[in-house]
């Protein structure tokens, strides 16, 4: 049915119109008593897809990736569609409108995306107002999300740091884990933060930050990821492993939209990234051992997909792109599917 729908209508829509529609659908439906708790009983993950992870049981391995929910405004409905977990942003310090439209497009012959955002969001302390208002109902604490921040476009890079900073203060004190994103193609320079160099005192900054904002809070330390690109050289991967294995962050993201093709501005995700993405997890494990959060992301369309990273090493797996193209039931299918091929709790330490 969705099929069909997507075929005859929405394809046939500006991709981000279609993409603000669908979501202020899923949020009005959300509202409605009673449909969060009918959706949840129809679409959560069976038992047996529970894991541990970051000090939480999560009901499932698969969420939903950063850039979907860019300012945390519906983190209920999104998780009441069977996404185990969501993470939201990317979220700046401050609020930017993002690049010029048209900003998004559908490469439907790959079942990809191609998109050049700019990091549009509200900014963090309005993102901070909603986790805060998420976290204070019972049912919003029981919630796991992860928090992805940038770098405002206007902050220079050697004002960074602080930028990122800005951002782990307000946020960290509603986060599960916290992601710094490093590696996004559309924010001018910002992937040259991924030199151990520049990355850094970013990681140093951000870990301060976000200890500072939970130390009265009885809160033990927010887990903290770097986010980071397919196009990085293998070389590349292992320092900023070793940099993460220094530093004692929770682990690693892998991987962001690639430059790498000749389709037209903005970083590809979907279909495309899948085989490079398996390679940067699966090095990223060998790297950083066996206690590392390892969070796979790039390419998964179906179970299989997310199974694969998960024998390549990733302890949780994110999709985005597969959304698009496989509709509200999606991430239910991919969670209940990788239950009946998972033991019935697996535990990795943060």
Not at 193 to 222: C, K, Y
């Amino acid at each position: 049915m969705y099929r069909l729908l997507f075929d005859l209508v929405l394809r046939r829509l500006d991709p981000e119109r279609a993409h603000e529609r669908a979501f202020t659908a899923m949020r009005t439906a959300a509202a409605a008593p009673g449909v969060p708790a009918l959706a949840r009983r129809l679409l959560a993950p069976p038992a047996g897809a529970r894991v541990q992870v970051f000090g939480r049981e999560l009901p499932g391995p698969f969420g939903l990736a950063a850039g979907f929910d860019k300012d945390a405004r519906g983190v209920r409905a999104l998780t009441a569609l069977g996404f185990a977990f969501v993470e939201v942003g990317t979220i700046t310090a401050r609020a930017q409108p993002g690049n010029e439209r048209p900003r998004l497009w559908r490469e439907v012959d790959q079942r990809a995306v191609r998109n050049r955002m700019g990091f549009n969001n509200a900014g963090a302390p309005a993102a901070a107002e909603r986790l805060r208002a998420l976290r204070a109902t019972p049912a919003g604490r029981r919630l796991v999300v992860g928090v992805n921040i940038g770098k405002t476009r206007s902050t220079p890079a050697e004002a960074a740091p602080g930028d990122y900073a800005t951002s782990a203060r307000l946020l960290a004190p509603y986060a599960d884990y916290l992601v710094v994103n490093v590696s996004s193609p559309n924010t001018p320079g910002l992937r040259d933060l991924q030199s151990v160099a520049a990355l850094r005192p970013i990681l140093v900054a951000v870990r301060s930050a976000a200890d500072e904002a939970t130390a009265g809070r009885g809160r033990p330390p927010v887990p903290l990821l770097v986010k980071i690109a397919p196009d990085l050289s293998d070389d590349d991967v292992d320092a900023v492993a070793d940099l993460a294995r220094e530093l004692g962050l929770a682990g690693v993201v892998a991987v962001n939209t690639t430059i790498g093709h000749a389709l037209g501005p903005g970083g590809l995700s979907g279909p495309p990234l899948l085989g490079r993405g398996l390679q940067v997890v699966g090095r990223l494990r060998r790297r950083l051992g066996a206690d590392a959060v390892v969070i796979g992301v790039g390419g998964i369309t179906t179970a299989d997909d997310a199974r694969a990273y998960l024998h390549a090493g990733a302890t949780l797996v994110q999709g985005y792109t597969g959304f698009v193209y496989g509709g509200p039931l999606w991430a239910a299918r991919i969670n209940r599917a990788l239950a009946t091929a998972a033991p019935a709790t697996t535990e990795v330490a943060a």
